[in-house]
């Protein structure tokens, strides 16, 4: 059978990364990129990026991007509403201009994220399993969306800034049935439809 669901909002791909301390506890870091394929905002690449303890040339971190207006809506409609954003208050993060270049070899996700005074690089590596997520009304504070995405948790995720590694671990969780789970994420195929009518 086939449906359709309006408005769509975003459609691309969205991996991300938190690292932890040794404890496994306490944020370091953490990272969404956004690369954008279609969307009402335009197309464009964003990385919503904070940092427990700034860096130069990034400080606290922020909202790099080429596309102003479509990351101040992932900001204020979704990611801010995100488990790895709670208690950051990513909506004082500084927006910054940048050119992100992402690249996939079926192995190895990279992204080069470049700025007039930074060079941030992401990676996901040794990725779990691949599974299709539907998770019909997503909450996103007093409304929600439809999300379709395909996730492949990573065993490995890496962010250097200025070619140096940050200090912080990855969170892999196998449950009782085998299934992973981590904090190091791909998303191919995301979609997101709303906001949904409340």
């Not at 040794?22 to 904070?50: M, N, Y």
């Not at 998770?135 to 929600?144: K, L, V």
């Not at 200025?162 to 196998?174: M, R």
């Amino acid at each position: 059978m086939i449906s359709a669901k309006r408005p769509v909002f975003f459609n691309g791909e969205n991996p991300a990364i938190t690292l932890y301390d040794s404890t496994l506890e306490q944020k370091l870091a953490v990272a969404s990129f956004w690369h954008c394929a279609d969307s009402p905002l335009g197309v464009g690449r964003v990385l919503i990026f904070w940092l427990a303890n700034p860096i130069s040339g990034v400080g606290a971190g922020g909202i790099f991007t080429d596309n102003p207006t479509l990351a101040q809506a992932l900001v204020n409609n979704l990611v801010r509403h995100f488990p790895e954003f709670k208690g950051i208050p990513i909506e004082t993060l500084a927006l910054i201009t940048a050119e992100s270049s992402p690249r996939y070899d079926g192995k190895s996700y990279q992204v080069l994220c470049q700025t007039s005074d930074a060079k941030i690089d992401l990676e996901w590596q040794e990725a779990l399993d691949r599974k299709q997520i539907l998770w019909d009304e997503f909450p996103a504070g007093e409304t929600a969306y439809d999300l379709t995405t395909t996730i492949r948790p990573c065993r490995v995720g890496r962010i250097k800034i200025n070619n140096s590694l940050i200090a912080g671990e990855v969170k892999v969780v196998q449950d009782e049935n085998g299934v992973f789970s981590s904090s190091a994420f791909l998303a191919f195929a995301e979609t997101w439809v709303g906001p949904l009518n409340s």
